[in-house]
């Protein structure tokens, strides 16, 4: 009798569990906006906003003259999986937060890091890729390591992460008796390398793998990175706090294209396999 009891309820469970994959929902994925079912009209029409010299994530096309890069991909990308169109425009780095205020822009896509302090003006998006600071010097430089800094002059993008962690080593030497850290704090990101080939500093604090670009384009300089990053650092897109339907579109359109390979598919272009 308790044979024939467990026998029809698994001929039940089992019953119900085709039954359930019979009914089961198609994923939402296939019924997605730009899914074969043919194009829809976009839910909305945003502008993003980055500072163009911080190659790879976001430059001046040389070709076209347009902006270009990591970060320029990505937010097409997320655009096109969530169903919304997308303008980049080049603006200066300390405008880029303020935009967002003044309505100028809706996002900002420009590599930067979240931080608390960005935090209390903004919404950040999950964070899209990991970074870090780091330093380089010109071959045969005396500066072997972080500590011979003190008492010499690093090349900084002004606010930057960079110019932060350059402050802290500076109050970090001083409370150790060690000459501080000069700190020259320039417009634009791409300054800083420019800034060390004329010798108008010792170093230059910034994002690793943007450090690794300038190189690789630049062997002629023949700069080195001693030392592997010295900090760990997430990018997000930054957005007004109030943003809700953004907020969840741009997240929504990262997790799908992180699902789908497409970013994957990027991430290999602009730095080649993981
Ligand atoms: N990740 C650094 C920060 O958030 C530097 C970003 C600079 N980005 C740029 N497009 N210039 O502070």
Redesign the pocket.
Known sequence: MKKRLAMISMVILLTLSLMAGCTQQPEPEAEAPNGNGGPEAPIMSLIAV?????AP??YIDEATGEPAGF?VDLIKAIAEAANFEVEYKNMD?NSLIASLQTGEADLVV????I?DE?ALEVKFSDPYFE?G?AWCVEEGSPIKSLDDLAGKTVGV?I??????AAQKLDEMFKEEGKQGLGIKRLE??ADVFNELRVGGVDAVI??LP?IQEYLKNNPESNMIIPEPAFTV?Y?GIAMRKQDKEIHELINKGLAVIKASGKYDELYEKYFGTK
């Open positions: 980055g500072e163009c010299t911080f994530f976001e970060d780095w420009s590599g930067m890091t931080t960005r970074s600071q993008q606010n930057t992460t960079g110019d932060y634009h990101a910034s994002d943007v650092e990018y």
